[in-house]
């Protein structure tokens, strides 16, 4: 069973620059997380889709962060403009609608701001 | 919000010595979940935990559950230097967002 594929795996842009992260999920997964895990920190949900709907964004930083999952498979997270304080690492995760909900994650992308 | 504490923060243990992880939550949560991460890495699942008195081993780690404490506990025996990472816990809402706690980085020494 292929795993969570995310990319680019690693990003450096100057602030005010637009920058677009995609993820696809482990097949057959309906809930896809995308995460923002700051360096020695936990990672902090974003946004949370169950198929192609938005469950959660409370914590999406809607003025600038977008999210978006098209047919319920693959998802793109942009940022735009970025700010110094976004560099962190971005991390996919889906999940079945099993009775664990257990997630797994994908590599991640490492984005600078500078 | 769901708040989720972790201690120790940092641990640094010998090899072959016992210790113990705690990880409190705020509010009622019927899951709990733990995770490894390596240096540069994303996160690995270890455990999940269902219900209350839900005790889950692999190797040298053990995780248990007490929800009405909101307490889960990952206990390492006899640690060795493959098990230096950091060790996250996670608890879910009734809507399964995650929340996450800061970490626990496990170093141990030879």
């Known amino acids: 069973e292929a795993g969570v594929a995310q990319s680019p795996r690693y990003k450096i842009i100057e602030k005010r620059q637009s920058v677009a992260f995609w993820c696809n999920p482990i097949?057959?997964?309906?809930?896809l997380y995308w995460y923002q895990q700051i360096l020695g920190q936990g990672p902090k949900l974003l946004i949370q889709?169950?198929?192609?709907?938005?469950?959660?964004d409370s914590q999406l930083p809607k003025d600038r962060f977008s999210a978006e999952r098209l047919k319920g498979v693959d998802s793109t997270l942009k940022i735009q403009p970025a700010k110094l304080e976004d560099s962190a690492v971005y991390l996919c995760?889906?999940?079945?609608?099993?009775?664990?909900?257990?997630?797994?994650f994908g590599p991640g992308t490492r984005l600078t701001v500078t | 919000e769901l708040k989720v504490e972790q201690n120790p923060l940092f641990l640094s243990m010998q090899e072959g010595k016992n210790y113990t992880i705690y990880c409190n939550y705020s509010?009622?949560?019927?899951?709990l979940y733990w995770y490894r991460q390596d240096p540069g890495k994303s996160l690995e699942s270890l455990f999940v935990?269902?219900?209350?008195?839900a005790v889950k081993q692999e190797g040298r780690l053990m995780a248990s559950l007490d929800t009405k404490a909101r307490l889960s506990t990952l206990h390492i025996t006899a640690a060795v230097h493959d098990l230096s990472a950091t060790y996250f816990c996670?608890?879910?809402?009734?809507?399964?967002?995650?929340?996450f706690g800061t970490g626990t980085s496990l170093t141990v020494i030879p």
């Open positions: 995760a889906s999940s079945s609608l099993r009775f664990t909900y257990e997630q797994y």
């Open positions: 097949s057959g997964h309906a809930t």
């Open positions: 509010t009622t949560s019927d899951r």
């Open positions: 996670a608890a879910t809402n009734t809507g399964n967002q995650f929340y």
């Open positions: 889709f169950q198929n192609n709907g938005v469950v959660d």
């Open positions: 935990l269902l219900s209350n008195g």
